[in-house]
């Protein structure tokens, strides 16, 4: 049973620490996507990748926020410095390129204190 | 501008009764929908998909009607079960955008 894998599954660090995620895409997924979800904006879509290649990052704060591919199997999110209005579950969902069809993963908390 | 909304945030039915979810979407220019479903702790599950071509389609438990003249889009759930206590958010996909809008989410509670 292919799953989008993500660690950690929480974090809780001090601001100003920075921060990594990462995603396991499922195995043969070309298009990779990050959201943050809060309950005040819902799930909102960070950045996202096509063949590793970052085609839309415009819902990431740029100063503060990077999303990588270093290779097919492995995404990144990084925050730095991290900051409490941060605190949110990341999300990471694979897929086909297909429009619309995400799988997504179980997501970290991170709470920034 | 894009958004895709929600009329009821919160739902609560009778188990075994069918359970209706509406979503109102904003931007004509999508062509696909999809509902997710969240459980507690999880990330969001695909449960069915409709183009804007299509008015109806059926799933297991589960129909998806458009209405593209009023922008409106529900979730059909038959003869709910506990199971079906989630979360769940409609999403747009914005033609040649690969990527989609979520609404805010409804909360559906299964009473036994």
């Known amino acids: 049973d292919a799953r989008v894998t993500q660690t950690p599954r929480h974090k809780v660090t001090e601001m100003g620490q920075e921060v990594t995620m990462r995603c396991q895409p499922i195995?043969?997924?070309?298009?990779v996507f990050w959201y943050r979800q809060t309950m005040m904006q819902g799930l909102e879509l960070l950045a996202y990748?096509?063949?590793?290649?970052?085609?839309?990052d415009s819902g990431m704060p740029k100063d503060r926020f990077s999303a990588e591919m270093p290779d097919a199997t492995l995404a990144t999110l990084k925050i730095q410095p991290s900051e409490p209005r941060d605190s949110a579950v990341y999300f990471c969902?694979?897929?086909?390129?297909?429009?619309?069809?995400?799988?997504f993963g179980p997501g970290t908390r991170l709470t920034v204190t | 501008g894009e958004s895709v909304g929600l009329h009821l945030p919160t739902l609560s039915v009778q188990e075994g009764d069918n359970s209706i979810i509406n979503c109102a979407y904003s931007?004509?220019?999508?062509?696909?929908f999809i509902w997710y479903k969240q459980e507690s702790g999880k990330g969001p599950q695909f449960i069915i998909d409709?183009?804007?071509?299509?008015d109806k389609r059926q799933g297991q438990r589960v129909t998806v009607l458009l209405n593209k003249t009023v922008k409106h889009l529900s979730l059909q759930i038959a003869a709910t079960q506990p199971g079906d206590s989630a979360v769940y958010f409609c999403?747009?996909?914005?033609?040649?955008?690969?990527?989609?809008?979520f609404g805010q989410g409804t909360r559906l509670t299964i009473n036994p």
């Open positions: 969902a694979s897929g086909l390129g297909v429009p619309g069809e995400q799988y």
């Open positions: 195995l043969g997924h070309n298009t």
């Open positions: 990748f096509r063949n590793r290649a970052p085609l839309d």
């Open positions: 931007n004509s220019a999508s062509d696909y």
């Open positions: 409709i183009r804007s071509n299509m």
């Open positions: 999403a747009e996909n914005l033609r040649g955008a690969q990527k989609l809008v």
